[in-house]
């Protein structure tokens, strides 16, 4: 069920870079490519990276919402690469996604590290052991 939903929300968010741009056929298959990328995006970024994203929020945002902005570079109707725009735009559309990226990254390690630095972001290992649902909300989530 939650591969189902993320899939339906990969296609809204890889198509909401070009919703203007492309015809409803690029639209659709913009959603599609960004829905089955995010299947294997999720269990990459899980298994392969290790990073815990119990939602899977950095796949359809983050890399569905780059792959939609490079997929307008192919699919848009005036200067995209499959309607005989050339190459300009499908570039300036990769560049801006990793100028983008690189900038997003930047900032969230700045701010990050900041935080870590000035409060911690991390709970004691007893507490997180113990489960924060205990701290915050006074109730045991698992018996």
């Known amino acids: 069920m939650s591969l189902t939903l993320n899939g339906v929300l990969a296609g809204l968010v890889g198509v909401t870079a070009g919703c203007d741009l492309v015809s409803p056929f690029g639209a659709v298959m913009i959603g599609a490519i960004c829905g089955i990328v995010m299947i ?30 490079i997929l307008t570079g192919l699919f848009a109707t005036e200067e995209g690469l499959f309607y005989g725009g050339g190459y300009n735009f499908l570039l300036a559309q990769l560049f801006g996604t990793v100028v983008v ?15 870590d630095k000035i409060h911690g972001l ?10 924060l649902d205990i701290y915050e909300h006074g109730e045991s989530a698992y018996n």
Not at 48 to 60: E, F, H, N, T, Y
Not at 122 to 131: A, S
């Open 40 to 69: 294997f995006s999720v269990d990459f970024i899980d298994h392969v990276l290790k990073i815990d994203d119990p939602v899977g929020a950095s796949s359809v945002h983050g890399v569905c919402g780059c792959l939609g902005t």
């Open 101 to 115: 990226g690189c900038w997003a990254a930047g900032m969230g390690y700045l701010i990050f590290k900041g935080l």
């Open 122 to 131: 991390r709970v004691p290992n007893r507490i997180e052991e113990e489960g």
